[in-house]
């Protein structure tokens, strides 16, 4: 299925044969990507991009301004009909898989994440990606944008829920994705990224 993309996804496998752990991580990936796909479209590429600048236009990221409310009722969207699919197995490159699973690592290390077993490591923090977005490098961004935030509601005495942040992880995975994991949409059109 990986078609001529296969050197790709081999150049991964490749680059963790002397690290175990990470590399049933990438076979994990790999495994389960034949059902992952994005959409291409000139329009969506657009779409996303004005999105992104409409949002950063007040630097937050909750209110939008009259005038950004504005921009969106002018945003045309692209048409779905349009779109056509791309197998993230065709599209997946070295780069960025190896990006996501040393970062996916890092974030697994953290406070937020450290008591997670490799099962819910994988399920809940190493994915790439959520929905059907194109896979790309998002990581950094949401880890130095989100984290800044969460820091500082701990350092604060609050938790994502409202509960101690000893029970947080242990007891709601899903709140790890929240925090490092992916959207339903493009990273970079949310606030603040």
Not at 66 to 91: A, I, T, W, Y
Request: hydrophobic share 35%; aromatic share 10%.
């Amino acid at each position: 299925m990986a078609g001529e993309n296969r050197p790709e996804l081999e150049k991964v496998l490749e680059h963790y044969k002397n690290d175990p752990l990470k590399l049933k991580a990438a076979k994990f990936l790999i495994a389960n990507m034949d059902v992952h796909f994005s959409y291409k479209l000139e329009e969506l590429d657009e779409y996303y991009e004005k999105l992104h600048r409409i949002f950063s236009m007040n630097g937050r990221a909750e209110g939008i301004t009259l005038q950004q409310d504005s921009l969106f009722r002018e945003l045309k969207h692209p048409n779905p009909n349009q779109f056509k699919m791309l197998p993230d197995l065709q599209v997946m490159t070295a780069d960025i898989l190896i990006d996501n699973i040393d970062q996916a690592f890092e974030a697994w290390k953290s406070p937020y994440a450290k008591g997670l077993s490799f099962e819910d490591f994988c399920e809940y923090l190493l994915p790439y990606k959520q929905g059907d977005e194109k896979p790309e490098h998002w990581r950094s961004s949401y880890r130095d944008s989100i984290l800044k935030d969460v820091g500082h509601r701990i350092g604060n005495g609050h938790s994502p829920g409202g509960r101690g942040l000893s029970n947080v992880f242990d007891s709601d995975p899903l709140t790890l994705v929240e925090l490092f994991g992916a959207t339903n949409r493009n990273p970079f059109t949310i606030p603040g990224i």
